[in-house]
């Protein structure tokens, strides 16, 4: 098997993905097999720093640092377990020493199998502001919606004023159901849940939509990577 190398960003969204490799590489492979897996992750503060001030090639700097240490700690590939970094991901085309698997490739990729259509995108303001997701599902037919500008800030201020640092108030599992229901009512057939900590709140059981779960999905795209 190949070994993963995941470049972290917030640790929330890159234990779940570590986990989701973990636990589900034993349900594939045997009791207690994965692969091998190596992270390297920066203060998230410095990417922070850098998506405040609009520095993308600061944003791409710091994945390619960690990409190197990765390279050196004998990853034969990366992932990304955070979408609003992938903003800088075009900057990293010929600079990086490893190839990646792109968490928005891996999300569209689920939704041609399921047959969706049209799909709601949530996640960060940056993130659900930018074009990583449109490009990939524009690519394939799909169509999407944001929510409106007022949901995309509150959900913004949810996500990284209490989900990156772990904090779960039912309040903003209701403000998440009732964004979903919005998008539902734009005609969306499914959602992403275009921030890998987002599945701490949001589900199958309680969406209005069936979830796109970005995390997951990618720590399953990097399983099928390594076992290829």
């Known amino acids: 098997m190949k070994h993963i190398g995941i470049v972290g960003c917030s640790a929330e969204g890159a234990a779940l993905c570590y986990r989701t490799i973990c636990s589900e590489g034993a349900e594939r492979l045997g009791a207690h097999v994965h692969p091998d897996i190596s992270m390297h992750t920066p203060s998230l503060s410095r990417y922070v720093a850098c998506l405040e001030a609009g520095d993308i090639n600061g944003v791409a700097d710091l994945m390619l640092d960690s990409a190197r240490r990765l390279e050196h700690a004998g990853a034969d590939f990366l992932i990304c377990p955070d979408n609003t970094i992938h903003q800088a991901f ?24 399921s047959g969706y259509t049209k799909l709601g995108i949530t996640g960060t303001r940056w993130l659900v502001e930018s074009d990583v997701y449109p490009e990939k599902l524009e690519a394939e037919g799909i169509a999407w919606q944001r929510p409106s500008p007022e949901e995309i800030e509150e959900a913004a201020r949810i996500i990284m004023d209490e989900l990156v640092p772990g904090i779960i108030r039912p309040s903003s599992v209701a403000y998440f159901r009732n964004v979903i229901e919005g998008l539902k009512g734009a005609g969306c057939d499914a959602v992403i849940l275009g921030c890998t900590e987002i599945p701490l709140i949001v589900n199958d059981a309680n969406s209005a939509l069936p979830v796109l779960d970005s995390t997951r999905l990618l720590a399953r795209a990097a399983l099928d990577a390594a076992c290829a």
């Open 90 to 113: 075009p900057l990293l085309t010929g600079r990086s020493p490893l190839p990646w698997v792109h968490i928005a490739e891996a999300v569209t990729a689920a939704a041609v199998e």
